[in-house]
């Protein structure tokens, strides 16, 4: 059995080295090579037939690193977020173009898959909806991908979400938080904590919270495990692990 070849981008990384960890312990994989920010990515591959780029890195080189990946012949999954809709749109073409795979995922963790999925369903019923995402202070961007996605995932079933609000008057601007499709989304930076949302939906009588926790990074392996295998199957772009869970 041909083993998979494997890059880690972002290999010095928290992220990166749990990655390293899971690759070398899998008997389908083979860690073909260990890489991080100050090596390039595009000149490896040239000179290197590689299976699948995992990308752990920074969003602001989300688009080259990309790039690197499809026009130098590998598939790529990359946990890096940040990526805009006309992002997806330029990837999807050029997978089509190079006839490799590319996986997006703005979270590896299978229970926060289906925490989205649950959040979908419950969408259907209930129109007023806020977003609590938790991370540690050393996240750059927010909210987080996951954040971004869940309220995308809601608004796939509910055109607009809490419509009866009163909150007209600021004491102080952004108290709120950020809004996508009325879904008020709220970001908390704090040290010791890792990687936690909390999806609440009200009605007149009751209150549901859909909650996850991430408590160690090795909650997203088996997520990422399951990326490497699939993507290689593939020759277009996916956005999200739930397509591949089947519950899409």
């Known amino acids: ?3 998979i070849k494997v890059v880690v ?3 010095l990384g928290k992220m990166g080295k749990e990655v390293v960890k899971a690759v070398l312990n899998q008997a ?3 860690l073909d090579k260990e890489l991080d920010m100050q090596n390039n990515l595009g000149d490896y591959l040239k000179d290197n037939k590689v299976d699948v780029v995992v990308d752990f890195t920074t969003p602001e080189k989300r688009m080259d690193i990309a790039r690197a990946i499809l026009n130098n012949g590998a598939s790529g999954v990359i946990g890096t977020t940040g990526f805009t809709n006309n992002d997806l749109k330029e990837l999807e073409k050029l997978c089509n173009k190079t006839g490799k795979g590319l996986i997006i995922a703005p979270n590896f963790t ?3 898959i289906l925490q989205m999925y649950f959040s979908k369903i419950a969408a259907k019923y209930f129109d007023t909806a806020e977003i609590i995402e938790y991370h540690h202070n050393q996240k750059v961007d927010f909210p987080s ?4 996605k869940t309220a995308q995932l809601m608004s796939e079933v509910r055109d607009k979400f809490n419509p009866d609000l009163k909150d007209k008057v600021a004491n102080i601007e952004g108290a709120r938080g950020g809004d996508l499709n009325g879904i008020k989304i709220h970001s908390v930076r704090l040290p010791g904590m890792m990687a936690h949302q909390e999806v609440m939906f009200g009605e007149k009588g009751q209150f549901l919270t859909i909650r996850h926790d991430t408590i160690s990074r090795e909650a997203y392996m088996p997520g990422v495990l ?3 295998r699939e993507v290689v199957k593939i020759n277009r772009l996916v956005y999200g692990l739930e397509e591949i869970l089947g519950i899409k």
Not at 145 to 148: R, S
Request: hydrophobic share 55%; proline share 0%; aromatic share 0%.
């Open 1 to 3: 059995m041909n083993k």
């Open 9 to 11: 981008n972002g290999a």
């Open 28 to 30: 389908d994989m083979e």
């Open 110 to 112: 299978i229970g926060v």
């Open 145 to 148: 991908g996951t954040a971004v």
């Open 226 to 228: 399951l990326a490497i």
